[in-house]
């Protein structure tokens, strides 16, 4: 197998790593924001920000088209004032990948902390803690297990995302072509080694996940 | 010891909704607020504790106001120095007795470890003979363990008054009785200020140096159980 595959792979683990990390932090703000403070609206935010699970992921990449492109209200603006361009290039597809997965920590991190009894967190404020306190030492800890996965399941999303990221990257060997999208164009390219390759190579990444999910997962029974 | 309290809180869910107007002054060193379950007790208490932040009103301790509408105050709760037992106790679950106990020594960002020591720390570990469960969870504690974690924690940073939301209800009958002598004694020994609110008389007859009846969302005058006569107190010690 020639190099570029591996270059595939790299840049594919780059944008989910990415596209985790930003989910992670995004997802449990918002889901801390939905699940314990009352406003106006929050159940029409929460139904926007769950959009891109329902929505086609091309009516989402054609959205972020709209927003980021060149000629876009935000793309036009990150252009004209940093020269910044997000069409086809990784940071694009990272943003596609992000805002696809986010349905799933946010999903996971409201229901997460939900279920973390507000009694602990009031416990917590009468013996003296401030709020940044309750929340890093009561309110994480109580729901980190449902947002740990949330976080496996935006990598493994972010992992084989194609549709959005194949409309607002593109399919650049080497520089914005992940393994879903090279798959697709090696089968259309009657590649066949190359596909097969690629198709093993992604099941075993996405088995190393699991794997490695199962090991960072708190076990609940388990006695110190 | 004194509490002023002058409140008014109107709580909503869904379709009901419950005014809590309740006015009193608690002086006795013991003072029990005594009511059936849905009188407004509870958020009487998480009131004076600063977890409830009520409508109106004014809340003082011995003449410190801690919340009073008109005049914009309303201290945190964390910075009231009241500790507070919880109904079912609210230990946390992931940390061990020990660390439950240090829980409020240190007010950062970081739980204390596992082993944490100090004076403190071992003084209440050895006074409520939980030294032989110190690295045990909650869940693997006995009711009466359990309790004495929860008083250990809130009496650990020498609170200036202590809060007791129905301390018994959640222990087995027959523990009762002996938890009523056991928190007695400790209460005697360490002389610290109490509010407990109860619906159970027995608790009224230990405990009521002062007694309050709470019904509907306000004090009342009379009794709220008249076949028990709260005045004649019994005592085992």
Redesign the interface.
């Known amino acids: 197998m020639d190099s570029s595959v591996w270059i595939t792979l790299a840049l594919t683990l780059k944008v989910a790593g990415w596209a985790t990390a930003i989910n992670a932090v995004l997802g449990v703000a918002v889901g801390w924001l939905l699940a314990r403070k009352q406003f106006i609206g929050r159940e029409f935010i929460d139904a926007v920000l769950t959009l891109p699970l329902v929505l086609p992921p091309t009516v989402m990449g054609y959205y972020l088209l709209v927003v980021v492109g060149k000629r876009g209200w935000l793309g036009a603006w990150l252009q004209g004032s940093f020269g910044i361009n997000l069409i086809f290039t990784w940071q694009g597809a990272v943003i596609a990948a992000t805002i696809v997965a986010f349905p799933l920590i946010l999903k996971s991190a409201r229901t997460a902390f939900e279920a973390v009894d507000p009694q602990l967190e009031k416990a917590a404020r009468v013996l003296g803690l401030g709020e940044w306190a309750v929340f890093f030492r009561v309110t994480l800890p109580m729901a980190w297990p449902g947002i740990l996965a949330g976080v496996l399941l935006v990598f493994a999303r972010s992992l084989g995302e194609f549709g959005a990221t194949l409309m607002v990257a593109g399919s650049i060997p080497g520089r914005t072509q992940t393994l879903s999208i090279a798959v697709y164009e090696a089968v259309q390219a009657g590649q066949d080694d190359t596909a097969n390759f690629l198709v093993v190579l992604t099941s075993i990444v996405c088995i190393v996940v699991l794997l490695a999910a199962g090991r960072l997962a708190p076990r609940p029974h388990v006695r110190s | 010891m004194s509490f002023d309290v002058d409140i008014d809180k109107t709580v909503r869910s869904d379709q009901r909704s419950f005014r809590l107007r309740v006015r009193f002054r608690a002086s006795a060193k013991r003072s029990v607020i005594f009511g059936p379950s849905g009188a407004g007790k509870s958020l009487t208490l998480?009131a004076l504790?600063?977890?409830l932040t009520p409508d109106s009103g004014r809340i003082a301790f011995d003449g410190e106001p801690l919340f009073d509408k008109a005049a914009g105050i309303d201290v945190?709760?964390?910075?009231?120095g009241?500790?507070?037992l919880?109904q079912?106790y609210?230990l946390?679950?992931?940390l061990?007795v020990r660390q439950n106990i240090a829980?409020?020594l240190n007010?950062?960002?970081?739980?204390p470890s596992?082993r944490v020591s100090g004076d403190a720390v071992e003084r209440w570990l050895d006074a409520f003979e939980l030294g032989e469960v110190a690295?045990q969870?909650p869940a693997?504690l006995s009711g009466g363990q359990r309790q004495r974690t929860a008083l250990a924690?809130?009496l650990v940073?020498s609170p200036r008054a202590l809060l007791l939301d129905e301390p018994f209800s959640a222990l087995d009958p027959e523990l009762r009785d002996r938890m009523r002598a056991e928190l007695d004694e400790l209460l005697q020994r360490i002389d610290i200020p109490v509010v407990m609110i109860t619906h159970d008389p027995e608790d009224l007859a230990w405990f009521g140096d002062e007694a309050l009846y709470l019904r509907d969302g306000a004090i009342t005058e009379a009794p709220a159980v008249p076949e028990r006569r709260v005045s004649t107190r019994v005592r085992a010690i």
Not at chain 2, 76 to 80: I, K, M
Not at chain 2, 107 to 111: A, C, D, E, I, V
């Open positions: 998480q504790a600063g977890l945190p709760a964390r910075a009231r009241f500790g507070y919880f079912d609210a946390f679950p992931r061990n829980f409020g007010t950062g960002l970081r739980n596992s690295s969870r693997e924690r809130a940073h």
